[in-house]
């Protein structure tokens, strides 16, 4: 299988070297090249032609709607996702009607940004017509992953993922929260391919690493609420029942 090639285009050179360690060492894509400054990438884009664009919103040269728009213009067929600090509806909303695929704010979760990115590639998530979809850029997925990264709750462990997949299915069936031992472990077995028992390990241990981390003034911020002190630390049920209601809320 060809790799998919991808231009990075974000703020840092120590960011674009961490991005570009993280896709070379996957089977589906390879960094081919690399900026800080978007007049100098747009010459290399206009070169290379890439599969995908990852840039920054603030940059020197031009900033990151300029290099949508010049790459809309070049009528180069380059996919660009979005991955900014800044992050205002009004900056999104723009950013997707210039042309962009998708926007991810920081801080976030390289997994998610290659999840996010297979999609384009899948043709789940396209150009389109995307401002239609007011929501489209931050997906239920998304807002979840910023939460567990802002609490503590490191990416690269098991329990990260079992927890995002809890939550968003209490999200989508709020009851399933009471049969959280008989049907949400056993459904997120299934999806991973391991066992209910399993889950439950991994999903107490990544809110002990959350805790053990001593963010729980993050946690009160999230929640809007002082729900928990010292080393008061709530059951897998309880938090997963916590950051589904607060989805729930911002939903309506």
């Known amino acids: ?13 120590e960011l674009n070297e961490e991005l570009k360690q993280f896709f070379n060492a996957t089977a589906e894509y390879e960094v081919v090249g690399e900026s800080t400054d978007g007049i100098n990438a747009l010459a290399m884009i206009s070169e290379k032609k890439p599969n995908f664009v990852i840039t ?15 790459i809309k213009e070049m009528n180069i067929k380059t996919k660009v996702v979005v991955l900014s600090a800044l992050c205002s509806e009004s900056i999104i909303t723009r950013a997707i009607r210039s042309g962009a695929s998708y926007f991810m704010a920081k801080p976030f979760s390289k997994e998610l940004l290659k999840e996010r990115i297979d999609s384009i590639c899948n ?17 239920l997925e998304e807002k979840i992953s910023k939460i567990f990264i802002n609490v503590g709750i490191p990416p690269h462990i098991k329990g990260y993922n079992f927890l995002r997949e809890g939550v968003i299915m209490a999200v989508n069936d709020p009851e399933i929260i009471n049969n959280i031992t008989k049907k949400l ?46 080393s008061d630390k709530p059951t897998n049920g309880e938090f997963i029942a916590l950051i589904a209601d607060k989805m729930l809320l911002e939903r309506n």
């Open 1 to 13: 299988m060809q790799k998919k090639s991808v231009f990075l285009l974000q703020d840092t050179k």
């Open 56 to 70: 920054e919103m603030v940059l020197t040269g031009y900033d990151g709607i300029c290099v949508i728009e010049k």
């Open 123 to 139: 043709g789940v998530t396209g150009d389109g017509d995307a401002q239609t979809n007011k929501f489209r850029q931050y997906s």
């Open 185 to 230: 472990y056993p459904m997120i077995g299934e999806r991973y391919k391991t066992t209910a028992s399993k889950v439950e390990r991994a999903i107490r241990h990544a809110i002990e690493v959350a805790w053990n981390r001593g963010r729980i003034e993050s946690i009160n911020g999230i929640l809007g609420v002082r729900a928990y002190v010292g």
